[in-house]
């Protein structure tokens, strides 16, 4: 019985016959057949038609297995770079080097040196594809995580080996930037920390404040220590030192930077080294999937683990504030996307979301139709109802007709200002007048959208690319009360990402917890595709 791959295998014998058959001007006949390593190299890679096709299209030539200077500085740029995938976090057995190294080495016939051939192109494009855009994919690892992945060209990629630098090629792979670089590099470290003893004993204490004595404080300062916190120190008092130290470590992850060791610090302080190297692969993973796609010289960075919101010029941070992020609970938590900010809009209503609308609001004003009287009921047309005109009880959540908005006022949900990048998730920027909120060291109260601490002066650092007074102007606009959109005349990436690991200001980790458990779901995908982290057990 012939199976559906045999019959691509002869397919594919039949037409490379024909076409060499063409080329010399003879007929295809049965009996011209190519030689041995074009056939097997049409068979090989008759599965996928990228390579399929670059073969064909090159008259079957070898790129790796040829006897020439060219194919030997493309062997050894690619056993360099698969060698070292670990390095990236990245799934070492997809592009297994002891393997392809075998199938070269005890390659006896040219069929033998075909299919090895056809091995290492595999393997380039499939390390290319992961150190490149990731070796996972977002929307299976979870549904929150939309961001879309640019993929690399086979074709392309294949091509440049052909004709640059293959070093150079491998090197161009990874994504480009300060950042992927640094999370490496603390990789690296890192590994090696865990492999001479890590950051040794946890500070077992409910808490410790300067001017304490005894074991617990010795077991703080070598933690901190360990940890690049503080110099080498006899001291068993918590000192000045000491607490200099402890309000670094806060402000690296995320912390109230009082220097004293609260619960809260001492949780932080003593989570092991092995689970923030997981941070800094998942870390790695999520840039990766970002790409090299240009973030752009100004942009909005807003980390929801961090819970802030950042104006960037040309990598540098020119204006930072605190954010609240959606709750944590199922629809509510805020997605992970990149879009461009289009417009500011001053003294907004709040058209309230449907599914606050028929979860949160219905079920009151079919108890009392003047419940939430600050909201107006609006028909699909956008004119204002009677609420006498509605029978809120003769409405299910599934045929409520009608909307709900809060016209700009003092106490509108939106506050002064609201920011908008027209996404299909509907979540933008705003101000809020729950400013008590943005106090806690965890702010996740939101339905999705992204609350800001300093929305005006916000709004005033992008106003200044286009306005000779952006104080003014805003003031102005606001006095007036109605409902204003101003025009971001540049464009303006904003970027929502989740990191818990990141490079710092001064090239430092800095690690927050996660949140939404993006993080470990991620780590599972990672796993699964082929991870492995020799120094982290379970």
């Known amino acids: 019985m012939i199976t ?17 058959a063409v080329l010399m001007g003879q ?3 049965a009996q011209d057949f190519p030689s041995p390593f074009v056939q097997t190299i049409a068979v090989a890679a008759s599965d996928d038609d990228a390579i399929a096709a670059f073969y ?3 008259d079957y030539r070898p790129l790796w297995t040829g006897a020439g200077e060219a194919d030997a500085a493309r062997r050894a740029a690619l056993f360099n770079a698969v060698s070292r995938a670990g390095d990236h976090g990245l799934p070492t057995a997809r592009y297994d080097v002891q393997a392809l190294s075998a199938m070269l080495s005890q390659a006896v016939t040219e069929g033998d040196r075909a299919r090895a051939e056809v091995a290492l192109t595999r393997a380039f494009l499939s390390y290319a594809r992961d150190v490149r855009s990731g070796a996972t994919e977002p929307k299976l690892v979870d549904t929150g995580i939309v961001r879309d992945i640019a993929r690399p060209d086979p074709a392309g990629l294949l091509a440049q080996l052909q004709s640059r630098n293959p070093v150079e090629v491998m090197q161009d792979l990874p994504p480009k930037g300060p950042h992927y670089a640094q999370l490496m590099r603390a990789k690296l470290a890192l590994e090696g920390k865990i492999a001479a003893g890590g950051w040794g004993p946890t500070v077992l204490a409910g808490a410790l404040a300067p001017g304490e004595t005894g074991e617990t404080v010795v077991a703080l300062r070598d933690r901190l220590v360990a940890m690049g916190y503080l110099g080498r ?11 200099t130290a402890v309000t670094r470590f806060q402000l690296d992850h995320g912390l109230a930077p009082d220097g004293i060791a609260t619960p809260a610090t001492l949780a932080q302080l003593n989570v092991a080294p092995e689970q923030r190297l997981k941070s800094i692969v998942v870390a790695m993973e999520r840039m990766r999937w ?8 100004r942009h909005v960075w807003v980390n929801l683990p961090d819970y802030t919101a950042k104006i960037i010029d040309h990598g540098k941070v020119t204006f930072e504030t605190r954010a609240v992020i959606g709750k944590n609970v199922p629809d509510q938590r ?6 461009v900010m289009e417009t500011i809009v001053i003294n907004p209503s709040w058209g309230v979301p449907r599914s606050i609308i028929v979860n949160e609001y219905l079920p009151l004003l079919q108890r009392n139709p003047n419940a939430v009287s600050h909201l107006q ?3 699909r047309r956008g004119r204002v109802v009677s609420r006498g005109a509605v029978n809120f009880a003769g409405y299910s959540a599934r045929t409520f007709p009608f909307g709900l908005r809060q016209p700009p006022s003092d106490g509108n949900a939106l506050g002064k200002v609201k920011f908008l990048f027209p996404n299909t998730h509907n979540i933008y920027l705003h101000d809020t007048p729950a400013k008590n909120l943005f106090s806690h060291d965890v702010r996740a109260y939101s339905h999705g959208c992204i609350r800001l601490a300093d929305p005006i002066d916000f709004a005033e650092t992008l106003m200044a690319t286009q306005s000779p007074d952006p104080k003014a102007e805003f003031s102005r606009v606001l006095k007036t009360g109605r409902e204003s959109p101003v025009k971001i005349e540049e464009k303006l990436p904003v970027h929502l990402v989740y990191f818990t690991a990141f490079p710092g200001a001064k090239g430092q980790m800095t690690y927050r917890a996660d949140i939404y458990d993006r993080d470990a779901k991620l780590f599972q995908a990672l796993e699964a595709a082929g991870v492995v982290l020799p120094m982290v057990r379970g």
Do not use: C, K
């Not at 120190?233 to 607490?243: F, V």
């Not at 970002?290 to 010289?297: A, E, K, N, S």
């Open 56 to 58: 064909r299209d090159n």
């Open 27 to 29: 007929p295809a006949l």
């Open 290 to 297: 970002m790409g090299d796609t240009p973030l752009g010289d």
């Open 377 to 379: 009921v609006i028909d």
């Open 233 to 243: 120190s006899a001291t068993r008092s918590y000192d000045a030192a000491i607490q």
């Open 334 to 339: 805020t997605p992970e996307f990149s879009d």
């Open 4 to 20: 559906d791959r045999g019959i691509a295998r002869l397919r594919a014998w039949s037409t490379v016959a024909s076409v060499l």
